[in-house]
């Protein structure tokens, strides 16, 4: 079935620095992907998304490249600050929706 | 545009007693997801309401959850009686409609309601 497998976290971080979080899927035909962040005592808000292969999703200085060739959505920050910190979660979508997957959630902490 | 709502935010009961939550989606979205996260998982779906007709229960626990969607819109979920593995966050979701404000392939989330079983 459809899934969605994330690094492990706690990702620890000083301010400034390059950040990958590595997210890789399973799935039939060609979903679109999701990273939701969920700040500490919120509910998750939407990062950013693709829907296509090769589609790159961005958004507050994050970005993520859809590979299908890789079955990966890995996301990036070139320079993070301490209100990166949270937990990012990594989703799928099948082609019709009503459906969300997510992986098991990655906390960040960025250090001053 | 109005996000998901949900209360109570926060509530403490004691195992055994009854609980309910309560949702209201996004104006227009036809579709509602309960989910359960544990303290370090990511969200677990519970329940999916398209309008007001379950899609998907089967993660549900129907000896003790149950949630309604009257009308379509807003929600309940209720666990009766609660046991101490119940303690999770319970967060509601919306989708659908493409409305102004909203994309019809995204899941809008609510704060949430952090249940704790003592």
Same mark, same amino acid.
């Given at each position: 079935g459809d899934s969605v497998t994330q690094m492990e976290g706690p990702v620890t971080l000083s301010e400034e620095a390059f950040l990958t979080i590595n997210c890789t899927y399973t799935a039939t035909g060609y979903p679109s992907l999701f990273w939701y962040v969920q700040y500490p005592g919120e509910g998750l808000q939407l990062l950013l998304k693709a829907t296509k292969a090769d589609d790159k999703g961005s958004n507050k200085g994050f970005e993520a490249t859809y590979r299908k060739e890789t079955t990966s959505f890995h996301l990036e920050k070139g320079s993070v600050q301490v209100s990166d910190s949270a937990v990012y979660f990594c989703a799928l979508s099948p082609l019709n929706f009503n459906k969300f997957y997510f992986g098991s959630g990655t906390k960040l902490n960025v250090k001053p | 545009e109005a996000g998901v709502a949900q209360s109570p935010r926060y509530k403490i009961i004691e195992k055994r007693q009854s609980v309910a939550f309560w949702c209201n989606p996004i104006s227009g979205h036809a579709t509602l997801y309960w989910y359960q996260q544990i303290l370090g998982q990511g969200p677990k779906l519970l329940i999916q309401f398209q309008n007001n007709g $379950? $899609? !998907? !229960?089967? @993660? =549900? *626990?129907?000896d003790r959850f149950s949630a309604e969607r009257l009308k379509g819109v807003d929600s309940t979920l209720k666990i @009766? *009686? &609660?046991? =101490?593995? !119940?303690?999770a966050v319970y967060l509601c979701a919306s989708s659908g409609g +493409? =409305? &102004? +404000? %909203?994309? %019809? !392939?995204t899941q809008y989330f609510g704060p949430g309601t952090r249940l704790t079983v003592l």
């Open positions: - | $379950v $899609v !998907d !229960d089967s @993660q =549900l *626990p129907k @009766q *009686p &609660a046991k =101490l593995e !119940d303690s +493409g =409305l &102004a +404000g %909203t994309s %019809t !392939d």
